[in-house]
């Protein structure tokens, strides 16, 4: 068997996110500085290291990134940059979906449970939340073609498991949890935000200012 | 004179315990129609000052004080109630102080003794609303304002309870105890319930109060936090909605790159198993056990009344699958039923151009005749044309065949 380190190393140069909800042992490891400091050390000699996002006391995510980076490495973090750019809207679009037909204040983060069944339920009875379904399955990150809702959130959410967004902790049950990855989406939308200078917040307070008025 | 007041507030609790529910139906509610209640009931709460009617017309509702109470023996998180006068209460003991010297002073120590038991009970009081009021926000802070339903209520409960800690803190920074010590005075009881006791309780509510207002601080950020990623969101969408062509450019060329973006290429593939390394052995058999048991078996399984020993293999794959040379082999055999003549194999062959060589024609031709059911094979006869081996006796050689119908 593996130590946790050893898991942990495995899992970074798998290209995964360790958070809590995927990962609670790696991450509370990576989470100590001394097991960082180790992981670094190995990671090193691959030209990796640690990248942790959050708050100074507890980083919510950890993934592996470059150390030195020359122009290969430019060239994946580029092509990455634009996969996660393509992704940003339908995954924003589902975001918003799932807040608002479960009826909750704010959009899954990392550690919000998913019922498929409910939301399946609940999307099924409103007309427009069938037709956000409808559109958020067809773009070319779900690329379904399917006409029911039955078949399109199924088919989301299986897309968005493989990509690492949402873990299934039981596989009989049609449960599931949003991952750090989640979190790591708003914070690539904030960057872009502010390196572009969007005004994001400020455009969607006014939009809904505008529909209040 | 104190028994009759016992009395009476005894029968008076005795009341509230008789409409129990009547009071807890205006506590929930927040108010009874006033045609549910019996006429003498309802004369006998407002003569109590249980309830009363807030304008002419309205439904009755329960005082205050009665609120209080139950908010209280009930820990009801709605209650925001926090009571933050401090001036007044520093009043009324600087007035009380002031009863007790001059009653020391002109010998009335009766007198003396139960002003200064009202004082006590005065700071007691004080100190109680104080810790109440604290509770009471920390009851909050707990819950996380969970009795509001929307993010923005939250925001403004957390709002008015940061009002009121800094309300309450400000209150407190009127007691001056230099002032209340020269007010004692040189008398000890004074000095020890106004300046040690008070003293006491304050400190220890200032300091709850910091963390209090540190909590809510935080959970303000929080809030807006959360609220600022569902704006983000719907922004993004409203902005890629009016220009769908946008294209976020990859900040890579930059000489720092953003810690967010530094996502490296996955690296490791699964690793192949060894089957050569013993120690893994039993893993493997189970592996093995698994993968065979996931195949669907085939093959109804049966009992062997007098079994063989046991050996383990892959049971033979059967497997029909439609092949051009036995669909030819069929059409040969069906143009020889449909015309009632005989052809010979090769004279078909040669007919319809086959692609395959005679021999492997031959073959085909005799093995599907074979396999047909006996009462066909009846109907159908085959002639084998060709000649004995010249030198070794017992072998012949087919050249051709001839079949027909019998």
């Known amino acids: ?213 | 004179m104190s028994d009759e007041l016992r009395q009476s507030g005894i029968r008076f609790l005795k009341r509230l315990g008789r409409h129990a529910e009547t009071i807890m139906d205006a506590y929930l509610q927040g108010s009874v129609p006033e045609h549910l209640l019996d006429a003498s009931v309802r004369e006998r709460l407002l003569k109590d000052r249980v309830l009363y009617r807030p304008e002419p017309g309205a439904d009755l509702h329960l005082r205050r004080a009665v609120r209080a109470l139950l908010e209280e023996a009930l820990r009801d998180t709605r209650n925001r109630q926090v009571d933050a006068n401090t001036a007044s209460a520093l009043a009324t003991f600087r007035m009380l102080a002031e009863h007790v010297k001059e009653a020391r002073h002109q010998g009335r120590h009766a007198d003396a003794d139960v002003y200064l038991a009202d004082l006590r009970d005065h700071l007691y009081a004080f100190g109680e609303t104080l810790q109440h009021a604290i509770r009471v926000l920390w009851g909050r802070i707990n819950n996380e304002f969970g009795y509001v339903g929307t993010l923005n209520a939250k925001i403004r409960e957390n709002e008015l309870a940061q009002s009121q800690v800094s309300a309450l803190l400000d209150g407190l920074e009127l007691v001056r105890f230099e002032e209340l010590a020269e007010l004692a005075g040189e008398s000890r009881e004074l000095r020890q319930l106004l300046v040690t006791n008070l003293q006491r309780t304050l400190s220890d509510c200032t300091q709850e109060l910091s963390i209090a207002q540190a909590r809510l601080l935080e959970l303000l950020g929080r809030f807006r936090e959360i609220r600022g990623r569902t704006r983000l969101l719907k922004g993004w969408l409203l902005h890629m909605e009016q220009y769908p062509d946008y294209r976020a450019e990859p900040q890579t060329r930059a000489s720092e790159l953003p810690r967010l973006f530094n996502h490296a290429d996955p690296l490791l593939a699964p690793a192949a198993l060894n089957v050569h390394d013993a120690t893994q052995e039993p893993e493997l058999l189970e592996i093995l056990a698994r993968v065979r048991t996931a195949q669907p078996s085939e093959r109804p399984t049966q009992t062997l009344a007098d079994a063989e020993a046991l050996t383990l293999s892959t049971p033979e794959a059967i497997e029909i699958r439609p092949s051009p040379i036995r669909e030819a082999v069929t059409s040969y055999l069906c143009a020889i039923i449909d015309s009632g003549q005989p052809v010979s194999a090769l004279e078909y062959h040669q007919r319809e151009s086959l692609p395959w060589d005679t021999e492997s024609w031959l073959y085909q031709v005799i093995g599907d005749y074979e396999g047909l059911p006996q009462s066909h094979k009846d109907r159908l006869r085959l002639d084998l044309i060709g000649e004995p081996h010249p030198h070794y006796s017992g072998n012949f050689i087919i050249r051709d065949l001839n079949l027909w119908l019998t």
């Open chain 1, 1 to 213: 068997m593996l130590s946790t380190k050893g898991q942990v190393i495995e899992r970074l140069l798998r290209g995964a996110f360790i958070c809590r909800t995927t990962d609670e042992d790696g991450w509370r490891f990576l989470q100590v500085a001394g097991n960082r400091e180790q992981v670094d050390a190995y990671l090193g000699q691959l030209n990796r290291l640690v990248v942790g996002l959050g708050s100074e006391r507890e980083e919510a995510v950890f993934f592996c990134g470059y150390c030195q980076l020359g122009e290969d490495e430019r060239r994946v973090v580029g092509q990455q940059f634009r996969d996660i750019c393509q992704s940003l809207t339908p995954l924003a679009d589902w975001l918003i979906l799932v807040q608002e037909a479960l009826g909750q204040d704010a959009p899954p983060t990392e550690g919000t449970p998913m019922r498929l069944g409910e939301l399946q339920t609940l999307i099924e009875d409103t007309p427009a939340f069938r037709e956000q379904l409808g559109r958020i399955s067809r773009y070319r990150l779900f690329n379904s073609a399917s006409e029911t809702v039955d078949a399109q959130i199924k088919l989301v959410f299986k897309r968005l498991t493989e990509l690492g967004y949402l873990v299934r902790p039981n596989p009989d049950k049609q449960i599931y949890l949003a991952t750090g990855k989640i979190d790591y989406l708003y914070e690539v939308i904030r960057f872009i935000d502010a390196a572009e200078g969007l005004e994001l917040e400020k455009r969607a307070e006014g939009a809904v200012q505008g529909e209040l008025m």
